[in-house]
Nanobody, 121 residues
Framework: VQLVESGGDSVQVGGSLRLSCAAS????????MAWFRQLPGKEREGVAA???????SYAGSVKGRFTVSRDRAKKSLYLQMNSLKPEDTASYYCAAHAGCMCPGLANKYNYWGQGTQVTVS
């Protein structure tokens, strides 16, 4: 099982980015998929998630600005990020949880990507 993120970049305040996560193996259609982010020395925080049924959830800090989606045919997870702020600067990680519901805690997730850096200035 492998999760590979891409799309991280440096952007100006107010700009947009789209992160992608390609999943290999059987997990994509059977797992909750989520995005987390992390700053050095801090814990990973949940950003957005999409359950097996397609239901989505968002952290309050990104609601209305970020949109999470999944493409089952491409086995890919996306995070469209608009109106970016400096506080969105972090390493962003794709994660998968073996369950239909998406937990908020990072330690509940079974699989992780290597991360992609987003810098907003």
């Amino acid at each position: 099982v492998q999760l590979v993120e891409s799309g991280g970049d440096s952007v100006q305040v107010g700009g947009s980015l789209r992160l992608s996560c390609a999943a290999s193996g059987y997990i994509f259609n059977s797992h909750c998929m989520a995005w987390f982010r992390q700053l050095p020395g801090k814990e990973r925080e949940g950003v957005a998630a999409v359950g097996r049924d397609g239901g989505t959830s968002y952290a309050g800090s990104v609601k209305g600005r970020f949109t999470v989606s999944r493409d089952r045919a491409k086995k890919s997870l996306y995070l469209q990020m608009n109106s970016l702020k400096p506080e969105d600067t972090a390493s962003y990680y794709c994660a998968a949880h073996a369950g239909c519901m998406c937990p908020g805690l990072a330690n509940k997730y079974n699989y992780w990507g290597q991360g992609t850096q987003v810098t907003v200035s």
